[in-house]
């Protein structure tokens, strides 16, 4: 069992940038693939970003290349979502998940655990 809690969320204006938090408790962190889901209002979750159990690979749906950085500390049981150059469209609420299994997209976009999310609005 894996709790997770988000954090850094926030109003901010179009170009800004946030770094959202995710904490992890529970057993054997370093052995999930981390990720990140967004929601926007209407609109289904979709994937967003994801890292392996160690760091080295990660993952990007196109809509978040180039702008979102994920990393993760596992000494810390933390997991980051660096958000830069945002756009009104990135307004959503923005979930922390974690997957057991291979390092596959299946993996990715279907995790074990999800947190409660944490609110990011762009203001134009």
């Known amino acids: 069992q894996v709790q997770l809690v988000e954090s850094g969320g926030g109003l901010v204006q179009t170009g800004g940038s946030l770094r959202l938090s995710c904490a992890a408790s529970?057993?054997?962190?370093?052995?999930?693939?981390m990720g990140w889901f967004r929601q926007a209002p209407g609109k289904e979750r979709e994937f967003v970003a994801a890292?392996?159990?160690?760091?080295?690979?990660?993952y990007y749906a196109d809509s978040a290349k180039g702008r979102f950085t994920i990393s993760r500390d596992n000494a810390k049981n933390m997991v980051y979502l660096q958000v830069n150059s945002l756009k009104p469209e990135d307004t959503a609420v923005y979930y922390c998940?974690?997957?057991?299994?291979?390092?596959?997209?299946?993996?990715?976009?279907?995790?074990?655990?999800r947190g409660q999310g944490t609110q990011v609005t762009v203001s134009s």
């Open positions: 998940a974690a997957s057991s299994g291979m390092w596959t997209r299946s993996r990715m976009y279907n995790p074990d655990y």
């Open positions: 529970g057993r054997a962190f370093s052995t999930y693939i």
């Open positions: 890292i392996n159990r160690n760091g080295g690979m990660t």
